[in-house]
């Protein structure tokens, strides 16, 4: 280990789910909806899933007794608010004792409001397309305030807004022409910004709350004269949600893989390079790349990581992965950048909005009994989590470390 690779007292240390992709019969969720119609072109439906609506206290457990001391976990505004204007009081007690079960494992809970799904009901109206959404979304915001009262400090108001304006785009061109090419909805993407500011304002009556969103941060590299293209690409896909960000307590940054791009726009991964069970290319660089980032887009405020992780059915990459990353992310913090905590994906394998396959998680789950097996990476990270510091050889370090000068895309309003 290189001297002085120390983590901060109070770092947080954690792993997240999200509720669609654990709880199980989310049955009034768009989700699920989507799953079960005709042609929906999905592998499998959810379906139980991790059944971790009741196996949530042996999910928390076992993070707390590997030596987490973080669980983020998303509440579901369809059991929530299950038809519009009724609130159900069972939905918000479950939730509220999840949040207990958190503080009584000795784990800090950072909760979601929106983690993709929305209630059908919403869903039917045009979803974040109908101009009441941001406004109904601030109404679920107060109904989930008492969740947030039992003592949570960390809410994050929506999950990758920039994936949800992504997929919008793609939905305006249609099936047979949706593509990486399609540029985001940025009547969507302007709809989920006023719903975050709605919703922090809601947030803010309550005291000590840190609220922000969380942004799927993709690390675009221009291949050699490409550099204007990925700045075009990267700002409406990446840059507008980090400067939305400026206002808010932190950022949440989520990183997986970077995205090469070329003259024809975004590339396959580079010929012989490793790839995940997402098809993904394995590239610890990329979180790295995207604090940075996140750091001079959102006008430095701090930056939570509340997503990182390979699909991978060999645990060892899963554990080198996160030894590149946090190495990486420790020089980051070094270079001044304000990184409060490390949030991985996943705690279990768990629906991957699709399909169970791709395996991200620190815990196996057998979907039959429900029970939990973990993986020894979830034992590593507990022990980095403990010690405050990770190791990695100088040779996984000069194999995995940037392969390319990390260039940022130029803020707009610069
Ligand atoms: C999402 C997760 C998802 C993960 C891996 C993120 O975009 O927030 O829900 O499972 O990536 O695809």
């Known amino acids: 280990m290189t001297a ?44 139980d899933a991790c059944d971790s609506y009741h196996n949530y206290p042996d999910d928390i457990d076992l993070l707390a007794n590997a030596g987490l001391n973080t669980y983020r976990f998303s509440l579901e505004w ?19 004792r999840m949040v207990a079960a958190c503080h009584g494992a000795g784990l800090t809970p950072v909760v979601t409001l929106h983690h993709f799904t929305l209630p059908r009901w919403t869903a039917e109206l045009g979803g974040w397309r109908h101009p009441d959404t941001p406004e109904l979304f601030a109404r679920y915001t107060e109904a989930a305030l008492e969740v947030v009262a039992e003592g949570v400090q960390w809410v994050c108001t929506i999950n990758e807004p920039n994936m949800l304006a992504k997929v919008a785009g793609e939905q305006d061109c249609g099936p047979h022409e949706a593509s990486a090419q399609a540029p985001p909805n940025q009547y969507v993407a302007d709809a989920l910004a006023q719903a975050h500011r709605h919703s922090r304002d809601v947030l803010s009556s309550l005291s000590g709350i840190k609220s922000g969103w969380t942004v799927a941060t993709q690390a675009f590299q221009a291949e050699p004269g490409c550099e204007e293209a990925a700045d075009a690409y990267g700002y409406p896909r990446e840059g507008f949600f980090l400067e939305v960000a400026r206002d808010d307590d932190f950022v949440g940054v989520q990183a997986y893989t970077r995205t090469i791009i070329g003259p024809n726009g975004p590339q396959m991964p580079p010929a012989g390079a490793e790839t995940t069970l997402t098809g993904w290319e394995y590239f610890p660089a ?104 990770t190791t990695i050889s100088a040779a996984e370090r000069k194999r995995y470390g940037h392969r390319f000068t990390p260039r940022d895309h130029r803020s707009r309003r610069a």
């Not at 369809?78 to 509220?96: C, F, L």
């Not at 190495?327 to 705690?347: F, K, N, P, T």
């Not at 699709?354 to 034992?379: C, E, M």
């Open 286 to 389: 990329a979180l790295g790349i995207g604090v940075r980032n996140a750091w001079n887009l959102a006008g430095r405020i701090p930056i939570l990581v509340t997503e990182n992780g390979i699909a991978t059915d060999d645990d060892t990459r899963r554990i080198a992965y996160m030894q590149a990353v946090l190495l990486d992310l420790h020089d980051a913090m070094a270079e001044g950048v304000d990184v409060r905590g490390y949030i991985h994906w996943s705690a279990l394998d768990n629906y991957e909005w699709g399909s169970y396959d791709p395996t991200f998680g620190l815990i196996a789950v057998d979907r039959t009994t429900f029970a939990r097996t973990p993986k020894p990476s979830l034992g590593w990270l507990g022990n980095v989590a403990q010690a405050r510091s």
């Open 78 to 96: 369809s059991r929530i608010e299950s038809e519009r204007g009724y609130v159900s009081r069972a939905q918000i007690d479950h939730y509220r």
């Open 4 to 47: 002085g690779q120390q983590f901060p007292d109070g770092f947080l240390w954690g792993a997240a789910t999200s509720a669609h992709q654990v709880e199980g019969n989310n049955v009034n969720s768009d989700w699920w909806a989507r799953e079960y119609a005709a042609g929906s072109g999905l592998h499998e439906p959810s379906g």
